[in-house]
């Protein structure tokens, strides 16, 4: 189950910085970073 919230956070992280490409704000910036790292922890972990 883990694997699959991290694959979610991974992606959902991946298409907000996508969409900070446009002018945003510093804190979608972080939410969506922490998200990219949130996700990959929990996919990745052996």
């Known amino acids: 189950?883990?694997?699959l919230v991290g694959f979610?956070?991974?992606w959902l992280g991946?298409?907000?910085i996508i969409?900070?490409?446009l002018p945003t704000r510093l804190s979608?910036?972080?939410v969506a970073v922490a998200f990219v790292i949130?996700?990959?922890n929990?996919?990745?972990r052996c």
């Open 8 to 10: 979610i956070l991974f």
């Open 28 to 30: 979608v910036i972080v």
């Open 14 to 16: 991946v298409g907000m």
């Open 19 to 21: 969409k900070c490409i």
């Open 38 to 40: 949130a996700g990959y």
């Open 42 to 44: 929990l996919f990745c």
């Open 1 to 3: 189950m883990s694997r």
